[in-house]
């Protein structure tokens, strides 16, 4: 048995007992990424003496006493647009394919400080513009599962590796539902935090009121035990959270009890557009959490139908503004053939970005121009604040909520980037959470009937990561992780 069929929080006791070494541990993952990268492609970068020589250095300290933590030693995988420095970081775009950052973002940071070891950076839709992994100039990563079928997107790439035993547990960032939907589709478990909860310095941005980065692994317990490594406040991060970190002790949470949890069905979630066996199995799981002594209703949410054209409007405006910087001049690609100044430009940028990206660029310049501008932005900015609303009504009356993470299974590769607006329509589950700036889990509920995972998500208010950990806790005490079929012979799921 592979030391990555174990979640993080079991390695990383094996390693803390002298059982296997962080070497070994790190060894055996570089093992399991040989033989499973060319069928799935979760890597863009793959540093294998970097990690080795950072494993041995953290077994010294861990040997010495000066390392303790639940994961020291433990490898990880990171998303390819958080900057680490002296390692490729190229968001999987044609823009970014010789970017070494010279400094590392505060989140994969407050890993290594944790003893974490850096395997490499996981593939994923360009500049996290997609929902499929589909985007990426490095070519497409495939569902382990079923790798005719996408694993999500845009941390396609993180929750793939997690999926496929290439490691324990990941980092990706969630703009729209691009840690939920992915790990819904790999069969994983993700956590998108709190708006603030983890900085966003060293995040490469796509949109930054929306951006949050959050872990990924087989479990709630181990992505409890990484979101409270990289959350609290950061001094160079201004949107990251001021004061204490009480409210930050997740791990706390992992209790199995919801009796007398007040759970909320938004009834808006179950209508046209959902698969019944996605719907099925969400709705299982909420009886679940009834038995098990929680108070569960079906209410109505409103505004629904109006998530999906605001988070794009707001979304693509701030990815117009946030790209902007790309421009061939001072770092990124830049075209061999121009004249002048503004040829570079336009050529560099039509070069270097691909089509998701250069549409949603577009999309957001237009909707900032002059006489669109109140049309359009404004109005979803006035959305925004009555789907907030919404969600406060709703947490008057609840702990959390329960719902589907995406409306489907996974689809088929080459399907969805052929209607770009029934690909945005699959994240209607999501935006709304990010729009609002709440946290958001993802647990694995069951496959349907051609074996693809299923996810239900799980809603909390602000700052109250404690109550959807707890419930998403004590559900999965009443499942066995489901490992992935796919082994790495060739012709597993095929």
């Given at each position: 048995?592979?030391?990555?069929?174990?979640?993080?929080?079991?390695?990383?006791?094996?390693?803390r007992?002298?059982?296997?070494?962080?070497?070994?541990a790190?060894k055996?993952a570089?093992?399991q990424?040989?033989?499973?990268?060319?069928?799935?492609?979760?890597?863009?970068?793959?540093d294998?003496?970097?990690?080795?020589?950072?494993?041995r250095?953290i077994?010294q300290?861990?040997?010495?006493?000066?390392?303790?933590?639940?994961l020291a030693?433990?490898?990880v995988?990171?998303?390819d647009?958080?900057c680490?420095?002296?390692l490729l970081t190229?968001?999987?775009?044609k823009m970014l394919s010789g970017f070494?950052?010279?400094y590392t973002a505060?989140?994969?940071e407050?890993?290594?400080q944790?003893?974490?070891?850096?395997l490499?950076?996981t593939n994923?839709d360009e500049f996290?513009?997609?929902?499929t992994?589909e985007t990426?100039f490095?070519?497409?990563t495939?569902?382990?599962?079923n790798?005719?079928?996408?694993?999500?997107g845009?941390s396609?790439g993180?929750?793939a590796?997690?999926?496929?035993?290439?490691?324990?547990y990941?980092?990706?960032?969630d703009?729209?539902?691009s840690?939920?939907?992915?790990?819904a589709?790999?069969g994983?478990t993700?956590?998108?935090?709190?708006?603030?909860?983890v900085s966003?310095?060293?995040l490469?941005a796509?949109?930054s009121s929306l951006?949050?980065?959050?872990?990924i692994?087989k479990d709630?317990?181990?992505?409890?035990?990484?979101?409270?490594?990289i959350?609290?406040?950061d001094?160079?991060?201004?949107?990251?959270?001021q004061?204490g970190?009480?409210?930050?002790?997740?791990t706390?949470?992992?209790v199995d009890?919801?009796?007398?949890?007040?759970?909320g069905?938004?009834?808006?979630y179950?209508g046209?557009?959902?698969?019944?066996?996605?719907?099925?199995?969400v709705?299982?799981?909420a009886?679940?959490l009834?038995?098990?002594?929680?108070?569960v209703?079906t209410f109505d949410?409103?505004?629904?139908?109006?998530?999906?054209p605001?988070y794009?409007?707001?979304?693509?405006?701030?990815a117009?503004?946030n790209?902007e910087?790309?421009d061939?001049v001072?770092?990124g690609?830049?075209?061999?053939?121009y004249?002048?100044?503004?040829?570079?430009?336009?050529k560099?940028?039509?070069?270097?970005?691909?089509?998701?990206?250069r549409?949603r660029?577009?999309?957001g310049?237009?909707?900032?121009s002059?006489?669109y501008?109140?049309?359009y932005?404004?109005?979803?900015?006035?959305?925004?604040a009555?789907i907030?609303q919404?969600?406060?009504?709703?947490?008057?009356?609840?702990?959390?909520?329960l719902?589907?993470?995406?409306?489907a299974?996974?689809p088929?590769?080459?399907?969805?980037l052929?209607?770009?607006?029934?690909?945005?329509l699959g994240d209607i589950?999501?935006v709304a959470?990010n729009?609002a700036?709440l946290?958001a889990?993802s647990?694995?509920?069951?496959t349907?009937s051609?074996g693809?995972?299923?996810?239900?998500q799980?809603?909390?208010?602000c700052?109250?990561?404690k109550?959807?950990?707890r419930?998403a806790y004590?559900?999965?005490?009443t499942?066995?992780y489901?490992?992935?079929?796919y082994a790495?012979e060739?012709g597993?799921?095929e």
């Open positions: 048995m592979s030391l990555t069929s174990l979640t993080a929080l079991e390695l990383g006791k094996k390693i007992a002298g059982q296997v070494s962080a070497e070994e790190v055996d570089l093992l990424i040989q033989k499973k990268e060319p069928d799935i492609h979760s890597f863009v970068t793959i294998e003496e970097g990690a080795l020589r950072t494993a250095e077994q300290k861990i040997s010495d006493g000066s390392c303790t933590g639940p030693g433990v490898p995988a990171i998303k647009n958080l680490t420095k002296g190229t968001c999987s775009s070494v950052p010279t505060e989140a994969v407050r890993l290594k944790a003893g974490a070891v850096i490499g950076k994923m996290a513009m997609g929902s992994t990426s490095y070519g497409p495939k569902n382990p599962w790798r005719n079928h996408v694993p999500g845009s396609g993180s929750c590796a997690v999926a496929a035993e290439q490691c324990t990941a980092l990706g960032s703009t729209g539902g840690i939920r939907q992915p790990a589709f790999c994983v993700g956590i998108k935090p709190t708006y603030g909860t966003r310095y060293g490469i796509y949109g951006d949050q980065i959050g872990p692994a709630v317990s181990d992505c409890a035990t990484v979101l409270e490594i959350a609290g406040c001094p160079k991060d201004s949107t990251s959270l004061g970190r009480e409210h930050l002790d997740v706390s949470a992992l009890d919801v009796a007398g949890m007040k759970i069905i938004p009834a808006d179950f046209k557009g959902l698969s019944p066996q996605v719907s099925e199995a709705l299982k799981a009886d679940v009834r038995e098990k002594g929680a108070i209703e949410l409103s505004l629904v139908e109006y998530a999906v605001a794009y409007v707001i979304a693509c405006a701030e117009s503004s790209l910087r790309f061939g001072k770092y690609w830049r075209a061999s053939q004249e002048g100044l503004s040829q570079m430009y336009k560099s940028r039509s070069e270097g970005f691909g089509q998701e990206v549409r660029i577009m999309l310049s237009f909707v900032l002059s006489g501008y109140d049309a932005y404004l109005k979803a900015l006035r959305t925004k009555l907030r919404a969600f406060d009504r709703a947490f008057a009356a609840y702990d959390i909520l719902g589907p993470a995406a409306p299974t996974a088929q590769l080459g399907t969805s052929k209607d770009p607006i029934q690909m945005y589950y999501t959470v729009l700036g946290p889990i647990v694995p509920v069951g349907d051609n693809l995972p299923i996810g239900m799980l809603i909390a208010d700052f109250q990561e109550k959807m950990i419930a004590a559900y999965e005490q499942r066995a489901v490992h992935c079929p790495g060739k597993a799921a």
